[in-house]
């Protein structure tokens, strides 16, 4: 068996990093950074890599700072990614292509998380996400692009932040998809291509953010959602509440 193992301790202000990992499988990188400007560009190819060790929050990817960018591509399969984020005015570029990876990744549950800009590209199957941004500090302003193509996959996304604007394409059978967002004004699009899919999008009003300046008393929550499938089911909540959905 062919391991690598990369474990990294950042602290600073103004760094740039490229890892490039290839191998028959079980390339290993471990992070822990502290520091603003961080400019992060990490390449995995190959089967079962990782990025941290294990899914126990004792060994995760722990980054934290403002004005990170931060840049991975998995190609390959069974390949995961964990970590908790604490991270303002950042941007994340995001690709993966191949079959049953994991992506489990905390942004902003102990810290701020504002100004965030999402770029995703999922090619494959029966993939696995858990994406939360925000809990109970601040994170306002969330753009996030989403594309999808495959079948099978389960992604659950909540975003507790206030807002957000959220456009995902969506291209393959049998997709599972858990959408929230929560708190503020959300607008959300969805262009969805697949037969059998399963698809909840809770939307939650909370409160103006302050100083926006538009005279917003209560804030709006918008859906435009283009769907074209047989045997699939949509469920759409929308609240104006601070609770949860």
């Known amino acids: ?38 400019t992060l560009l990490i390449d995995q190819v190959g089967f079962g890599n990782k990025i941290s060790q294990t899914n126990a929050y004792d060994d995760k990817m722990v980054i934290t700072g403002t004005t990170l960018n931060i840049d991975i591509d998995q190609i390959g399969n069974q390949n995961k990614i964990f ?80 807002d957000d604007t959220f456009n995902w394409e969506i291209t393959g059978d049998s997709n599972n998809l858990n959408v929230l ?21 809770n939307q939650v009003s909370g409160t103006c953010v302050s100083g926006a300046g538009n005279g917003c008393a209560t804030p709006n929550s918008t859906i435009v959602l283009d769907v074209n499938s047989d045997n699939a089911t949509v469920t759409i909540n929308q609240k104006d509440s601070s609770n949860d959905s």
């Open 1 to 38: 068996m062919n391991k690598k193992l990369i474990s990294l301790i950042f602290v600073g202000f103004l760094s740039t990093n490229i890892l490039f990992a290839q191998a028959t499988d079980d390339n290993e990188i471990r992070i822990d950074q502290e520091g603003d400007t961080l």
């Open 83 to 162: 970590g908790p984020l604490i991270a303002d005015t950042s941007d994340y570029n995001l690709s993966f292509t191949g079959d049953s990876n994991v992506l489990d990744w905390n942004i902003g549950y102990t810290g701020s998380s504002d100004d965030s800009t999402f770029d995703i590209t999922v090619t494959g199957d029966s993939n696995t996400w858990d994406l939360d941004q925000g809990y109970q500090f601040s994170a306002e302003r969330l753009d996030l692009d989403m594309t999808i193509l495959g079948s099978s996959n389960v992604f659950d996304l909540d975003f507790e932040s206030d």
């Open 181 to 201: 967002m929560k708190d503020g004004a959300h607008t959300q699009t969805v262009d969805w291509t697949g037969d059998g899919g399963d698809i909840d999008i």
